[in-house]
């Protein structure tokens, strides 16, 4: 069984003081605790500005 799932995220941290932060996807973790797995990630470029945001679109097969 398969599951495709785009995620698209916001990433201005730039101007921020702490230049690293961590995110967590509940629908992403909710399949791997599932026992699914991801088998391919493909970057979405024309849907996102690079500059603030990307897409990310994971294939998960169980």
């Known amino acids: 069984m398969q599951k495709v ?19 967590e996807y509940p629908i992403l973790d909710k399949y791997l605790s599932e026992g699914y797995k991801v088998v391919q990630t493909t970057p979405v470029i024309l849907n996102s500005t690079t500059a603030y945001m990307y897409s990310i679109t994971f294939l998960l097969e169980k």
């Open 5 to 23: 799932i785009t995620v698209t995220t916001h990433t201005n941290i730039i101007s921020r003081e702490e230049k690293f932060t961590e995110k």
